[in-house]
C-alpha cells in the first residue's frame, strides 16, 4: 500500500472512532469528554485556547509519556522551526515595504517618479496570481527547497532594484518580488499547519506576523541612518534596496539548511515525539508529507464559500492592518516631526502592533473565541482612526496612528489561523492558506491609492475609509461567527452515519465529515 493510501486509511479509521465517539460520549461546551480515562488533552493541558482538541469531536486521548513527548515536541518546533520561519517573514515584509521605506531618501526624485502608487500596488497583483499555484507545487517539493528558492529570488531581486533608473524599473522589480514573495508566507502557513495542531496554529502565526511589526519597527530607523550615508557612487535608496536584499539573502542560503520539512522526517525528533504528534495530526487530518495531493480537496476548497468569506473579510481587515507598516514612516513626517525624526518615530506604532501580533494566541483566549477578538480589534480601530481624523494636533494624531497600527494586527494572524484551523486535509489546508493569505494581502493593493500625496497631511478620505472598512469587518465576522455555530449545532443535533463510505472518500470529506466541529 502506498503512503498515500495508508495516510488515507488511519485518517479514515479515526474519523470513524471520532464519529462513533460523537453518538455515544458526552461532550461539554468546549469539546471536553466528560468520561474517565487516561490522559485527556484539554484546553489546561495543551493550548489554554478557547477550544480544545480532538478536532473532529470526542476526546483524544494522551498516556502520561504521551503528554511529555508531546511537550518536548512543542519546544523543539518552537525553536527549531517557528523561530526561523519567523525570521524569514521579517525578511520578506521588510523588502515587501522598501520601497515606501525609500520615499523620504528620494527613490521618486531620482527615478523620475510622480508618486509611488503604481510601484506601491503593483506587488499585490503579482502576489495575489502567484500565491495558489505555488502552494500546489509546495505539495510536490520539499519545503525546505522550495520556500528556500522563493527566498534567495526575492532578495536577488530586490538588491537588483539598486539598477532601476526609472518607473519601468521600479514596477518590473516590484512585480518580481510579489512573485517570489506570493508563495513565501502561504508557504509557511501550510508548513506551520503540518506542524502543530489547530489550537496550536493561531499562536505561532501571531509570531510569525509580528516578526513583520519587528521589521518595520526598525526598519524606519535604518531606513534614516542609510539614507543619510554620502556616497559618490551609489544613491540613498539604492544603498537600501542593496542592504535589505543583501541581509534577505544570508536567510535564503541558512534556510537550505536549516528548514525542517515535516515530523516524520525531523532528525531532530525522537521516535515518542514523532508517534505523539503523528497521532494527533492524523486525527486532525493534517499530516503533512511531499506528494500528498487530491484533487476532490482542492476542487472542493475552490468552491468552498466559507474559505472565499474568510478571504473576503481578511481582505477587509487588512486594509487597515497594511496602512500602519505602509504609511506610517510617511504620516509620521507629515505630521511635522521632521524626515529624519518622523522615520524614527514610525518604530513606535510598529513596537505596538509587534506586541499585539507577538501576544495574539493570548488575545484571543482572553477573548474567548477569535470571532469575538476580530471584532473587539475593530471597534479599537475605529477609536484609533477617529483621533487621528478628528484633529490637528500632532501628538494626538500619533497616538491614534499607534492605537489602529497597533489593534488592526490582530487580525492579521486572527483571519489566516481562523480559517486554516477550521481546515482538514493537507491539500484543503495548503489551498485555504493560500487563498486567505493572497486575497488578503490584496488589501495592501487597495490601501496604496487610499492615501495619495494630494490629501497630507490628514489624509482624511483614507482615514475614513477604514473606519467603513472595520464596520464591514465587524458584520461580516458577526455572519460568518453565526453560521459555523448554527454548521455546529446541526451536526450535533443530527448525526449522520459515514460508515458505508471509503478510506478515501472519508478522508476527502474534511471539515464535511459529520464529527467536524468548526472553532469560533
Known amino acids: 500500500m502506498s503512503a498515500t493510501k495508508e495516510y488515507a486509511g488511519s485518517l479514515a479509521e479515526n474519523m470513524s472512532m471520532a464519529f462513533n465517539r460523537t453518538t455515544s460520549t458526552c461532550i461539554n461546551s468546549k469539546g471536553i469528554g466528560t468520561g474517565a480515562g ?3 488533552i484539554d484546553a489546561d493541558q495543551v493550548v489554554r ?31 527549531y522551526l517557528a523561530l526561523f520561519m519567523c525570521a524569514g517573514y521579517m525578511m520578506s515584509f521588510l523588502n515587501r515595504v522598501a520601497l515606501t521605506q525609500a520615499k523620504p531618501v528620494g527613490v521618486a526624485m531620482d527615478t523620475n517618479m510622480s508618486d509611488i502608487t503604481v510601484p506601491l500596488s503593483i506587488f499585490y497583483l503579482s502576489y495575489l496570481v502567484f500565491q495558489v499555484p505555488s502552494n500546489i507545487v509546495l505539495r510536490h517539493v520539499r519545503p525546505s527547497l522550495w520556500l528556500a528558492f522563493l527566498a534567495t529570488g526575492w532578495s536577488i531581486t530586490s538588491a537588483c532594484g539598486a539598477l532601476a533608473k526609472n518607473r519601468g524599473g521600479i514596477i518590473a522589480v516590484r512585480v518580481f ?68 536584499g543583501g541581509i534577505s539573502f544570508l536567510w535564503s542560503f541558512a534556510a537550505f539548511f536549516v528548514v525542517k520539512d515535516y515530523p516524520d522526517t525531523c532528525s531532530l525528533l ?3 515525539e514523532k508517534a505523539v504528534i503523528n497521532k494527533i495530526m492524523v486525527q486532525q487530518g493534517t499530516q503533512g508529507n511531499v506528494g500528498e495531493f487530491s484533487r476532490v480537496q482542492l476542487m472542493r476548497s475552490l468552491l468552498d464559500w466559507r ?91 500619533f497616538v491614534g496612528l499607534c492605537i489602529f497600527t497597533g489593534a488592526s494586527m490582530l487580525t492579521t494572524p486572527a483571519f489566516p489561523g481562523w480559517a ?73 443535533q443530527s448525526p449522520e452515519d459515514v460508515s458505508n463510505m471509503s478510506p478515501a472518500e472519508l478522508a476527502d470529506l474534511g471539515d464535511k465529515h459529520p464529527a467536524f466541529r468548526y472553532r469560533l
Open 177 to 244: 518580488i510579489g512573485a517570489f514573495e506570493a508563495g513565501f508566507t502561504s508557504g509557511v502557513i501550510a508548513v506551520f499547519a503540518s506542524w502543530y495542531p489547530r489550537n496550536q496554529l493561531a499562536k505561532r502565526l501571531g509570531w510569525m506576523y509580528s516578526s513583520a511589526s519587528l521589521a518595520s519597527m526598525w526598519a524606519g530607523p535604518a531606513a534614516a541612518g542609510l539614507g543619510s550615508i554620502k556616497s559618490s557612487v551609489l544613491k540613498p535608496y539604492q544603498i537600501l534596496f542593496i542592504f535589505y
Open 270 to 272: 525522537n521516535k515518542d
Open 49 to 79: 485556547g478557547e477550544d480544545s482538541m480532538p478536532e473532529l469531536q470526542g476526546t483524544l486521548v494522551l498516556s502520561a509519556e504521551e503528554d511529555n513527548a508531546y511537550r518536548r515536541y512543542l519546544r523543539k518546533a518552537d525553536f
Open 38 to 40: 487516561a490522559n485527556i
Open 307 to 397: 474559505i472565499w468569506a474568510w478571504s473576503i473579510i481578511g481582505f477587509c481587515a487588512n486594509i487597515t492592518s497594511y496602512t500602519g507598516p505602509l504609511f506610517a514612516p510617511i504620516f509620521s513626517v507629515d505630521m511635522g516631526f521632521g524626515r529624519v525624526a518622523g522615520q524614527g518615530m514610525s518604530a513606535i506604532p510598529n513596537l505596538v502592533s509587534f506586541l499585539v501580533a507577538f501576544f495574539s494566541g493570548d488575545l484571543i483566549r482572553i477573548a474567548g473565541s477569535t470571532s469575538t477578538a476580530i471584532m473587539v480589534a475593530q471597534v479599537v480601530n475605529i477609536a484609533g482612526l477617529l483621533m487621528a481624523v478628528a484633529t490637528t494636533q500632532s501628538a494626538v494624531r
Open 420 to 492: 486554516v484551523s477550521n481546515q482538514s486535509g493537507t491539500t484543503r489546508t495548503a489551498i485555504a492558506s493560500a487563498m486567505v493569505s493572497s486575497i488578503g494581502a490584496f488589501g495592501g493593493f487597495a490601501v496604496s491609492y487610499m492615501y495619495p500625496d494630494t490629501t497630507a497631511p490628514r489624509y482624511v478620505p483614507g482615514h475614513v475609509t477604514n473606519i467603513s472598512v472595520c464596520v464591514a469587518v465587524i458584520a461580516g465576522t458577526l455572519v460568518m461567527r453565526m453560521c459555523l455555530q448554527r454548521s455546529n449545532r446541526h451536526r450535533e
